[in-house]
């Protein structure tokens, strides 16, 4: 039977698992009666065990809504964060502050690269911060940060520290205790693997307690306040949450769990070097510097000659979506998510549909040796 379903390889969503989908797909419960209710405490104690969170909310939103929220509860208008950016969202993150009437220093690098630990530290040591920010793996550049580093950074200064995880969260470890994370903000359509829908915002007692001393917050619909007894006992209402979304990450939080974390985490380390290296024997580069490579996406420079819509679209034909390129690297490079409920099959399939789309765009490449590369590296284990 011919398959027709494309194989959608953009950076999220990704592509969700049956076992997601039919969770998804079953009635709709009323939001605080007992099935859902019990769904909702299951899937939230999950969370908190792959954060290792003390406190968990899981609303309605996209990955931005996290963002926004966790400034809202832990900064006040006037007062001054850190942006530590490696591309768009990062620069997402000064635009989020800026709108609040947050003042943003804002750390930035060529694209590709990593801002070092020493500027961060001196900044840190040069002006007192209410939060920093870093983005985990910045979508637009592929470039993967350190948080385990900035953590100790941030705890040195004594600075909140808000860790971005759209792009990271559940393919790369982010234990928040033990990297001093006090923040994590994220979405369920990346390496969750769950359909877009939900916003996601781990964080610990001293996130909570500047919670507390801020009063009142400018927002109804982020107030953790609001929402904290809700996730304490999910019979209570506040406002209505996306039942059948909730239960697809129910579902995604047990498939995780019963990989194992370490499992995960080293599949998605396995995956990202297989595609890697297939795209490197058909002569394609990441524009993302070696040691900031994320296990979760790659971003790879077109070859001499290729246009990139007509690149995208013959991945089409052939079955396979990728995205194009965001900010300066708009037409100059092509992102690939690896990240979620793949595995080396979907590598192979996309590696495939490369090399067909390059050859049939008159770029002179061996047949066969991207996805032969990735079967030797994913075999390396
Ligand atoms: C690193 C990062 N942060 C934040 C966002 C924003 O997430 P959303 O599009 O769900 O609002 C994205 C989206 O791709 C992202 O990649």
């Known amino acids: 039977m011919i398959n027709n379903k494309p194989l959608v390889m953009i950076p999220g969503p990704t592509p969700v698992a049956d ?103 001196a900044h840190l040591a040069g002006k007192k911060y209410a939060a920093l ?70 964080f610990n007692e001293k996130a909570l307690n500047r919670r507390e001393e801020m009063g009142n917050v400018p927002s109804y619909y982020c107030d953790w306040k609001n929402w904290l007894p809700i996730m304490e006992n999910p019979s209570l209402y506040f406002a209505t949450p996306p039942v059948n979304l909730i239960m697809a990450l129910n579902e995604s939080v047990k498939i995780i769990l019963a990989e194992g974390l370490e499992s995960r985490y080293s599949r998605h380390d396995r995956i990202g070097r297989s595609m890697r290296a297939g795209l490197a024997a058909i002569g394609i580069e990441p524009v993302t510097v070696k040691d900031a490579l994320a296990p979760t996406l790659t971003v790879g420079k077109y070859p001499n000659g290729v246009d990139d819509s007509a690149f995208r679209l013959k991945m089409e ?36 549909s490369v090399e067909r789309a390059l050859l049939a765009l008159g770029i002179p490449i061996t047949a066969g040796a991207a996805v032969g590369a990735a079967c030797i590296e994913w075999d390396k284990k």
């Open 19 to 121: 076992p997601i989908r039919q969770a998804m797909s079953q009635q709709t419960f009323g939001h605080t009666y007992g099935e859902f209710v019990s769904i909702y405490k299951e899937c939230l104690t999950g969370l908190k065990t792959i954060f290792q969170a003390d406190h968990m909310i899981v609303i309605g939103g996209a990955g931005t809504l996290s963002m926004e929220m966790a400034l809202i509860n832990t900064v006040r208008a006037g007062e001054e964060i850190l942006v530590v950016t490696h591309g768009v969202f990062g620069d997402r993150y000064a635009q989020v502050a800026k709108a609040l009437g947050i003042k943003a220093d804002v750390l930035s690098c060529p694209v590709g690269q990593k801002v070092s630990l020493e500027t961060i530290e």
């Open 133 to 202: 920010t870093l983005t985990h793996v910045d979508t637009s550049s592929g470039v993967m940060s350190q948080p385990k580093e900035v953590g100790e950074l941030a705890k040195k200064y004594n600075t909140l520290f808000i860790l971005d995880g759209v792009c990271a969260s559940a393919g790369i470890p982010e234990p928040m205790k033990d990297y001093g994370i006090d923040i994590i903000v994220t979405t369920c359509q990346k390496a969750f693997g769950t359909p877009p829908g939900l916003t996601m915002v781990a």
């Open 317 to 352: 034909e052939y079955g396979v979506v990728v995205a194009g390129s965001l900010g300066e690297l708009k037409g100059k490079a092509f992102r690939i998510g690896h990240m979620g409920n793949i595995c080396i099959t979907e590598i192979i399939k996309t590696l495939s």
